[in-house]
């Protein structure tokens, strides 16, 4: 399985950008699908989750929702608000035929696939 994320870029602070994770393979309503972001020097940081249900951070919660298109085998993530301390390196991930719980989904580990990451640059 191939994840292909993309849809970063550099934006000024309040403003919005759509990340987009395409799968390449077929994904199932049972799997779990999440994004990561790693900030300079910094460690790889939950941001979002889907299956079921969905999952925050609590930093993003009301400015960043997830989604998921199953025909498209794509997820989203819609990014509004953005502030300087949104810059990052944004990861999707793919767990597959599991419905991770609140705590599993936010664990790096817990995932079997990675993207290889769309740069989120925030100016102040």
């Known amino acids: 399985v191939q994840l292909q994320a993309s849809g970063g870029g550099l934006v000024q602070t309040g403003g919005s950008l759509r990340l987009s994770c395409a799968s390449s393979?077929?994904?199932?309503?049972?799997?779990?699908m999440g994004w990561f972001r790693q900030a300079p020097g910094k460690e790889r940081e939950f941001v979002a989750a889907?299956?079921?249900?969905?999952y925050y951070r609590d930093s993003v919660k009301g400015r960043f929702t997830i989604s998921w298109d199953n025909a498209k085998n794509t997820i989203y993530l819609q990014m509004n608000d953005l502030k300087p301390e949104d810059t990052a390196v944004y990861y999707c991930?793919?767990?597959?035929?599991?419905?991770?719980?609140?705590?599993?989904?936010?664990?790096?580990?817990?995932?079997?696939?990675w993207g290889q990451g769309t740069l989120v640059t925030v100016s102040s």
């Open positions: 889907i299956n079921w249900y969905t």
């Open positions: 393979r077929r994904t199932f309503s049972d799997d779990t």
């Open positions: 991930a793919r767990r597959s035929r599991t419905i991770l719980s609140t705590t599993a989904s936010r664990l790096p580990s817990s995932y079997d696939y």
